[in-house]
């Protein structure tokens, strides 16, 4: 069975940082590019980030690169996303979800973790 | 602010069709598959539909997917009360090099 489960939120003040994991179990971590999506209080869904099977290829939102990290460590089927200067507006519940099989232009997220609250707020 | 477009809200009463619309452009829907999520109050995201109109193990038949150039649909036959869920659209955007949303629409069953 397809688990994920993800860890690591919480409050933080603005301009702090904070590391997001998601712990992958159930299937060969490897083979699967992995995402970050989240969403804002009563509001919708948003993706954050792509990450290849080997690590090798990363994507962002214009809204979070150049402060977001995504990496994973595949001996520890963990996937990570580092968030730095974090701004009130990152306020989300953040999901790791699998990439199904296939191109980016096919890619579609099969697998979704529960969630994890991050709350920037002074 | 989403470049993939659908309504707020869709209602219908049990057993009746609900059709929900997905506009986007050249760059999104018109050169990518499109899938659809279900969110249930309170969970996470589940997946829908896939590549337009595939439907992953479990789905029901009462879910289908459809898309014609830069639009998507998603229709739901017979409704039941459990469908009520929030429902987003999604692709890949070549512009901008990383995966859409659309805006959510919140189906109601009366």
């Known amino acids: 069975e397809v688990q994920l489960v993800e860890s690591g939120g919480g409050l933080v003040q603005p301009g702090g940082s904070l590391k997001l994991s998601c712990a992958a179990s159930g299937f060969t971590f490897s083979t699967y590019t992995m995402t970050w999506v989240r969403q804002a209080p009563g509001k919708g869904l948003e993706w954050v980030s792509y990450?290849?099977?080997?690590?090798?290829?990363?994507y962002y939102a214009d809204s979070v690169k150049g402060r977001f990290s995504i990496s994973r460590d595949n001996s520890k089927n963990t996937l990570y996303l580092q968030m730095n200067s974090l701004k009130a507006e990152d306020t989300a519940v953040y999901y790791c979800a699998r990439v199904g099989l296939g191109t980016f232009r096919s890619s579609f997220f099969d697998y979704w973790g529960q969630g994890t609250l991050v709350t920037v707020s002074s | 602010q989403s470049v993939l477009t659908q309504p707020p809200s869709a209602s219908g009463t049990p057993g009746q069709r609900v059709s929900i619309s997905c506009s986007g452009s050249s760059s999104n829907i018109g050169s990518s598959t499109v899938n659809w999520y279900q969110q249930l109050p309170g969970t996470a995201p589940k997946l829908l539909i896939y590549?337009?109109?595939q439907r992953p193990s479990g789905v029901p038949d009462r879910f289908s997917g459809s898309k014609s150039g830069t639009s998507a649909s998603l229709a739901i036959s017979g409704l039941q009360s459990e469908d009520e869920a929030d429902y987003y659209c999604a692709a890949w955007d070549d512009s901008l090099n990383g995966y859409v949303f659309g805006t959510g629409t919140k189906v109601t069953v009366l």
């Open positions: 990450i290849s099977g080997s690590g090798g290829s990363t």
């Open positions: 590549s337009n109109n």
